[in-house]
Structures are given as C-alpha cells and as structure tokens.
C-alpha cells in the first residue's frame, strides 16, 4: 500500500509519496494545478506498483481541480476535514509547517488510516457544486443587505413612509414589489401631481401589469401617505430619479440572482436521495432544503451525530481538571460558520410556522424557552436536536437504497 498526500494551494500543490512502512517512495514535489501538471501526476501514480491512496485536505475551492482530475483518471483520493489533520499534526511533538512537511503529514495520516478513507464519488461533486453555490448564495445576501439599506436611505430623502406599506418579496422568483413599484413611482411629488382618483387607476394598470393583486385600498393608503410626506430630496432633480431608480435596480438585480442560484441549486438537490425527506422537515421548506444539504455535504461521511453537531461548531468540549468540572461551557464555533447560520434560520423559521406534527424540535425550543434559557441558547439546543434528526433520517435513506 501507498499513500499520496497532496498539499493543494490556488495555483500549485505539493505532493509527497509513502510506501506502507512510512519510507519516503518520492521526496516532495511541485506541480501546477493545470492539465499538463495533473496529467504528469496520474502517470507517476499510475507507474507505482501498488495500491495508491491519495489524501488532500477540503479546502474552500481549490481543491476541486486536483480531486476531479484524479477521479477522472480512476485514482483512489479522499477529500479529509482540515481539522482532522490539524489534530493528527498535532500529535507531532516537532511543529513544522511548510509545503513539504503538510504533504509528508497527509501522506503520513493516509498510512495511519487508509481503512477509514472513503473514495470521491460523484455524489461528491454534487455536494461540491451546491457548496460552492450556497457560499456565493450567502455572498450576495449580504450584498442585498446593503443595497436594501443603500435603498432605505433613498426613500427615506424622497418618499417617506412608503416602505411598511409595499412588503412584499418573492425569494424563488426575485420579485420585489416596493422596487418595482417606485420604478414607476420614485417620488412622492409623482403622485400627488394626480387625483386619488387618477393614481387609484394608474395603481390598479401598474399591479396588472406587474403580477399584484391590484388593491384599491392599498392604492388609496400610499396616496394619503403621499399627501403627508416631506421629501428632503427635489422631484425636479434629474439626479434624484436616477438615484431612486438605480437602487432600486440594485435591489432587484440582487435578488433576481439569489433567486437564479436557488433555482440551480433546487435542481442539484432534487437529484440527492434525501432531498424530498428534508424538504418535509418542518420550518425547511423549498428555500432552506438545498441550502441546508449544501452546508452538511454528504451526511455519510460524519461516524455519528455527535460527529455532525461538532462540524456545526454547537457542540461544548468537557472541561474537567482534577475533581473539577465546568458546567457553564460555550460552544467551540469551530465548526462550518455557514452552517450554523443556516440551521438557525431554520429554528427561527419553526417559531413563525410553529409545527403541529412532526414537531420534535420546535417543541423542544419552547421546552427550554419556558426552562428560562436565554434565547440564543435555546436556538443551539433545538439546532442540536434537529441536526441529530436530520442525520437519523438521512443515513436511514441511504441505509435501506
């Protein structure tokens, strides 16, 4: 047996290569993460008279190339968790950290635990392309929320009021009503220029028009906010229609690509075994399901739940010395950052839906709510339980495919 660790960076890796009694087979070497440098690699592998496994550390995209090439080519590599090497490394009394000492590590860690490894599949890539998905979904999120903020101030100078009353905004198609509607009306001014009976028309033509459900009371309530507002910004200013209708623009360009990159990663979700049982899962729904399976990956690859809520960053280390014990104990946040931002807005989506069957998790939340917890507390505690179900019913899947 062989083991091949890769230490991959953005352009380059290091690679380093192990015969099973640890002797060194190929002093670490350097090659280009293109197509002539992966292609001289798989030759070398391939030229090694043994059964080869590779081992490369899961890092935020770069190594994506290096394990697809290698799948490709019908060569045995496994994606492991950084912090599981970190932890292996750290058993190293010498602390060394360059390229080749990372890669002679990796080869190392492949000799001490090849039996454990698991292949990539193409499964893999599935959860590879949602998680990439999801990181640039969260990505523009907050780009959003600044182009909402950016758009707020706008409106504040030019039609104050107007944004309690045009709620309304459609996460699966991008369609936002408040940008829509002062793209046609930008200023309060627009408005009162006409008579209520006139802008009720208008409105009524502009929510057809639009896909709203034109509301003659509605129309009548943003024409009396129109009459009382005070702008601090001229109706008669080029300059303040432009900026209106460009952060409006913004808002919407936003969302519409949130709403393209949900829409793509739906698709890649629907083709996983366990996508339709965690849709079912209350306070998931279509928004949170493929978000939350990109967060997790392949749940198979964690030995037990307690395995799952560590990589989530919930779980709380023991800490004991001597006859003492902490009780009062934080979490690590070690863990996946984006996966505990997802899970919680799942537990705040359950408190709005508020389950009556299969309600497991929310009922556990107000458990701890009524026990006097503080609220983030409960929030880990129900995300602790609803990822253990989430594992169950998950690995119950695939056990019974």
Avoid at 293 to 311: K, N, P, Q
């Amino acid at each position: 047996m062989i083991g091949v660790g890769i230490d991959v960076a953005k352009v380059k890796s290091m690679v380093a290569i192990l015969s099973d009694d640890g002797e060194i087979i190929k002093a670490p070497f350097e090659i280009a993460n293109t197509e002539s440098g992966l292609s001289s690699l798989c030759k070398i592998i391939k030229e090694l008279q043994d059964k080869v496994y590779c081992v490369v550390e899961s890092t935020s995209v770069y190594h994506f190339p290096v394990v697809s090439y290698l799948q490709e080519n019908d060569i045995f590599v496994s994606v492991v968790n950084p912090l599981i090497i970190k932890k292996y490394a750290s058993m190293d009394i010498r602390k060394v950290k360059t390229d080749k000492a990372d890669s002679l590590k990796l080869a190392s860690y492949v000799l001490d635990n090849y039996r454990h490894l698991v292949n990539y599949s193409a499964e893999d890539e599935i959860y590879s392309e949602l998680r990439i998905l999801s990181r640039q979904y969260l990505h523009y999120v907050k780009v959003l929320a600044n182009a909402k903020v950016n758009l707020t101030d706008i409106l504040d100078r030019t039609f104050p009021g107007i944004k309690p009353l045009l709620k309304g905004h459609i996460r699966t198609t991008g369609k936002n009503k408040l940008c829509d509607f002062v793209e046609k009306f930008w200023h309060c001014d627009v408005i009162t220029s006409m008579s209520e009976v006139k802008f009720v028309s208008e409105y009524i033509k502009w929510a057809k028009k639009k896909g709203y459900h034109p509301n003659e009371t509605k129309a009548k309530s943003l024409y009396a906010n129109a009459l009382e507002c005070i702008p601090t910004l001229p109706s008669n200013s080029a300059s303040t229609k432009m900026l209106v209708l460009e952060a409006a623009k913004a808002v919407s360009t936003v969302e519409t690509t949130l709403a393209t990159i949900l829409a793509q990663m739906t698709e890649l979700a629907k083709s996983l075994p366990e996508f339709s049982v965690i849709r079912e899962m209350p306070g998931v729904g279509d928004v949170l399901a493929p978000r939350i399976i990109a967060e997790i990956g392949d749940v198979r690859r964690f030995h037990s739940a307690s395995a799952l809520i560590a990589y989530a960053g919930i779980d709380t280390p023991p800490y004991e010395s001597g006859d003492f014990r902490a009780s009062n104990r934080k979490i690590t946040k070690r863990g996946s950052a984006s996966l505990r931002k997802t899970g919680y807005e799942i537990i705040q989506a359950l408190k709005v839906v508020q389950p009556q069957n299969d309600n497991a998790v929310y009922q556990y939340l107000i458990k701890k709510e009524n026990e006097g917890k503080p609220l983030k507390v409960a929030k880990i505690a129900a995300l602790n339980k609803f990822l253990r179900i989430y594992y169950s019913r998950v690995n119950e899947i695939y056990l019974n495919s």
